[in-house]
C-alpha cells in the first residue's frame, strides 16, 4: 500500500450533504428532498412533523426513499439475501407508521411525493411507479397483521417492566411462531429500556437448527447430504435472481467435490459451486434446473450442466470447470442458457394452461398430481378415472391454443397462502408452503382471469411467447391417474411438420393425395381383410378335402363311432372351431379331431355331434390331446372343447391318443 498522491481526507459528501451546504441547512433531513417527503408524511398521518414525531418522520421519509430505488432495480421482498435486507427496511418504517397512529397502510400513499421530487432525476421510479405502490401497499397489509399481533404477545410478555432484559427464548417464539423479527422487538422495546437477551435467542435459534437436522436426517435422506445442512448454518440461502435477470453477480461461499466441501477447483474438475446470490432455477416444482456458465475476469469458465436445490434453500449449480481456477470468496458472473430458459418458460406456463382446460373439460375433480417442465416437452399428471377421448383431447388443445393466441399478461403477485386461495388460486393438495407465495395469474375470459396458481417456477410474460401447444400422448400412470405429454413453440411446430412429411411419404407410396389417404388405407385394409377370409376358406377346403399340408383327414370307423383325425400345418388357430363344425356337419354322427401346428406349437380341437355327447364327451377328450401336446388346461362344451400345447412335433400322437380312447369307450 503505498502513500496517495494527493493525501486527502473523505469527507462523505454524498448527495444528501452537498445538498445541505447549498442549501444552508446543517440537517440532511431539512434538504427540500427530505423536507417535502416528511410533509407528505405529517399530512397523510395527520400529525405534527416535529417533537416526539420527528423520528418517525424521517425514517418513513428515508426508509421510503431506499425501498422505492430498490423495488425499480427490480429487488423484492423476500425472506433471503437483499430481499430480506429490503423487507427489514420496509417493515421498520412501516412500524413508525404503526407508531404515529396511521389506520391504513401508508407507505404506497407516499409513492406520488417520492415521484414528484425524484421521479425527473431518476426517471426508473416513474416506470416502475405501479409495481412500487403495489409492493409496498401488500407487504404493509401484510406485516399490519404480524405487528398488531406480535406487538400485544410483547406487550403480555413485558407486563410490569420498566427495564429490565426480555429473555431470548420468547423473543425467539414471537419470531418462529408469530414472524415477529427481532430486530422490531429490539427496537419496539428499546423506547421503554428493555433490553433482548441476544444470546438466549441465538441459544434458541440454534436449537431449533438442531432439531431440523434431526428430523432431517429421520427422514431417510443420504447421510452425505448433510453437508448442505453445514453450508446454509454458516452461509444462509441462496437468493433467486432468477425471476427478473438471466445474468447476475455473486460471491462463491462453497464448493463441494466428490461429496466433500473443498477451498478450490482446476480446469478438469466435476465440483457443485454454491453462490450468495445467482438466476440459475434449482430444480424443484416439477421443473428442470438451469443451465450455462460461470466465470470471472481471472480467466475462470466453468460450464453449469443442471442446477438443483438443496433443503429448499441452497442452490447447487453442478458444474465442470473448463478453464482457470474457481475458489471460495470468489466474484463470478453467472450466465444461464437463455434460449433454453425461454423453452422452459414456455412448457411451464403451458403446463398451467393445461391444468385449466383439462378441469374445464374433463370437470373439476381434475387435480395435478405431478409434472415435469423441461425444455424440449411437458408432462403433466392428473386425477382422472378413464382415458381421455379423441375429442376431449382435441377441445383441451384448442382451449390452450386459445389463449396463447390471445397473447395475455402473465402477472406474478407474492402473498400469503390464505389470501391466494381465497383469491381463487389452485393449491396442490398435500404441499407444504410457507408464510409468502408466489400466485402466477395468466388468460382470460368472460369471467375473469383463466388460471390462477400458487407456483414458485419462471414463467413467460406473455402468453403468444408460447408460440403452439400440442397434445402428443395422453395415458394411464395408475389407478385414477392420467397422463398428457405435450410440445410448445418450436418443439410442436417440427413434429407437426414431421408429421406432415409422413403423411406425404404415404400418399406417394399409396398414389393419392394426402387428404385422400384415409380413404385408400380403409380401402386397402377391407381388400386384405376379404383376402385373409378367402386365403382361409381355401385352406379350410384344401384341408378338410385332404389336399393339404400335413396328415389327411380319413373318415374311418374307431369303437362303433364315425371319426376324423387330422394334423394342419401352418393352419390358424382361431380356424379350428370353424373346421371341426363343418367335419361334425360332413359326419352328421361322429367325432372330429384336429391338430393345427404354427411355429411349433400346437392347437386342438375336438367336437362330437349331439348324439353321442351322452357317451363321448368332447372336454375329457381335449385333456388327453392336451396333455399329450405338453400343455396344461383347455376346456369348452361337451359337444365343443379347444386347447393346445407347445410340443407341435407330437400332434400325430395327440390325434392317435384321442382315437385310442374312443375306441377304447366302444370296446
Not at 423479527?181 to 436449537?207: H, K, S, W
Not at 478438469?268 to 430444480?283: K, M, R, S
Not at 433443503?311 to 470468489?330: P, S
Request: hydrophobic share 40%; glycine share 12%.
Amino acid at each position: 500500500v503505498g502513500n496517495l498522491p494527493k493525501p486527502s481526507i473523505d469527507t462523505g459528501m454524498g448527495l444528501e450533504r452537498i445538498a445541505a451546504v447549498m442549501q444552508g441547512v446543517t440537517d440532511n433531513y431539512d434538504t427540500d428532498t427530505f423536507k417535502a417527503l416528511i410533509a407528505a408524511s405529517g399530512a397523510l398521518t395527520h400529525t405534527a412533523t416535529d417533537g416526539a414525531n420527528t423520528a418517525s418522520h424521517r425514517v418513513i421519509a428515508d426508509h421510503l426513499r431506499t425501498a422505492g430505488f430498490l423495488i425499480a432495480d427490480g429487488v423484492l421482498p423476500a425472506s433471503e439475501g437483499r430481499g430480506y435486507v429490503l423487507r427489514r427496511i420496509m417493515r421498520r418504517a412501516m412500524r413508525h407508521a404503526h407508531i404515529l397512529g396511521a389506520k391504513q397502510p401508508l407507505m404506497h400513499r407516499l409513492v406520488p411525493a417520492l415521484v414528484t421530487e425524484m421521479g425527473a432525476a431518476y426517471p426508473e421510479l416513474s416506470r416502475a411507479r405501479p409495481l412500487i405502490e403495489a409492493t409496498l401497499q401488500q407487504e404493509e397489509t401484510r406485516f399490519r397483521q404480524t405487528l398488531d399481533k406480535g406487538l400485544k404477545l410483547l406487550d403480555e410478555a413485558t407486563t410490569g417492566m420498566t427495564d429490565g432484559t426480555l429473555a431470548g427464548d420468547v423473543a425467539f417464539k414471537l419470531y418462529d411462531t408469530y414472524g415477529f423479527p427481532y430486530d422490531l422487538t429490539e427496537d419496539a422495546l428499546r423506547e421503554r429500556n428493555i433490553a433482548v437477551d441476544r444470546e438466549g435467542f441465538d441459544t434458541a435459534m440454534a436449537e431449533q437448527k438442531r432439531a431440523a437436522r434431526a428430523a432431517w436426517k429421520g427422514s431417510g435422506a443420504k447421510a452425505s447430504d448433510d453437508i448442505w445442512f453445514d453450508i446454509v448454518e454458516q452461509t444462509g440461502g441462496t437468493e433467486f435472481l432468477g425471476y427478473a435477470s438471466d445474468t447476475g453477480e455473486g460471491e462463491v461461499v462453497a464448493l463441494v467435490k466428490d461429496g466433500a466441501r473443498v477451498d478450490h477447483a482446476t480446469t478438469g474438475d466435476t465440483v457443485a459451486i454454491v453462490v450468495n446470490q445467482t438466476p440459475f432455477y434449482g430444480e424443484s416444482g416439477g421443473q428442470v434446473g438451469d443451465a450455462g456458465h460461470i466465470s470471472n475476469d481471472s480467466g475462470l469458465r466453468a460450464n453449469v450442466t443442471e442446477t438443483s436445490k438443496q433443503l429448499g434453500r441452497v442452490f447447487v449449480h453442478h458444474a465442470i470447470v473448463d478453464a482457470g481456477e474457481i475458489k471460495v470468496g470468489d466474484p463470478v458472473k453467472l450466465q444461464i442458457d437463455v434460449a433454453r430458459r425461454a423453452q422452459i418458460r414456455a412448457n411451464h406456463s403451458a403446463t398451467h394452461l393445461l391444468h385449466e382446460a383439462l378441469r374445464e373439460r374433463l370437470g373439476t375433480h381434475v387435480a395435478q398430481k405431478g409434472s415435469l417442465v423441461a425444455p424440449d416437452r411437458l408432462r403433466f399428471d392428473f386425477s382422472q378415472p378413464v382415458a381421455m377421448t379423441p375429442a376431449d383431447i382435441a377441445q383441451v388443445e384448442a382451449d390452450v391454443n386459445a389463449q396463447v393466441r390471445g397473447n395475455g399478461a402473465v402477472t406474478t403477485l407474492l402473498m400469503t397462502p390464505d389470501d391466494a386461495i381465497a383469491m381463487g388460486a389452485m393449491a396442490l393438495f398435500g404441499e407444504k408452503y410457507g408464510d409468502e407465495v408466489r400466485v402466477v395469474s395468466m388468460g382470460s375470459t368472460e369471467d375473469g382471469t383463466y388460471s390462477i396458481e400458487l407456483c414458485g417456477g419462471t414463467h413467460v410474460n406473455a402468453l403468444g411467447d408460447i408460440g403452439l401447444f400440442k397434445v402428443v400422448g395422453e395415458g394411464a400412470v395408475s389407478s385414477g391417474i392420467r397422463r398428457v405429454e405435450a410440445l410448445t413453440g418450436e418443439a410442436a411446430r417440427a413434429y407437426l411438420t414431421g408429421r406432415d412429411d409422413r403423411l406425404r411419404e404415404a400418399a406417394a407410396v399409396l398414389k393419392s393425395t394426402p387428404d385422400e389417404v384415409p380413404a385408400r388405407v380403409a380401402s386397402l385394409l377391407e381388400d386384405r381383410r376379404r383376402l385373409e377370409r378367402e386365403l382361409a376358406d381355401a385352406k379350410k377346403a384344401l384341408a378338410l378335402g385332404g389336399g393339404g399340408s400335413g396328415e389327411a383327414a380319413g373318415l374311418e370307423q374307431v369303437g362303433g363311432v364315425a371319426f376324423i383325425g387330422q394334423v394342419l400345418n401352418d393352419f390358424e388357430a382361431k380356424g379350428l372351431r370353424g373346421a371341426v363344425d363343418e367335419a361334425k356337419q360332413r359326419l352328421g354322427s361322429g367325432i372330429a379331431v384336429m391338430v393345427a401346428i404354427n411355429d411349433g406349437r400346437a392347437s386342438v380341437a375336438v367336437g362330437v355331434t349331439a348324439d353321442l355327447v351322452a357317451s363321448h364327451n368332447a372336454v375329457d377328450l381335449l385333456k388327453i390331446a392336451v396333455a399329450t401336446l405338453g400343455g396344461q388346461g383347455g376346456g369348452g362344451r361337451p359337444d365343443m372343447a379347444q386347447g393346445g400345447g407347445p410340443d407341435g412335433d407330437k400332434a400325430a400322437e395327440a390325434v392317435a391318443a384321442v382315437r385310442a380312447k374312443v375306441e377304447a369307450a366302444g370296446a
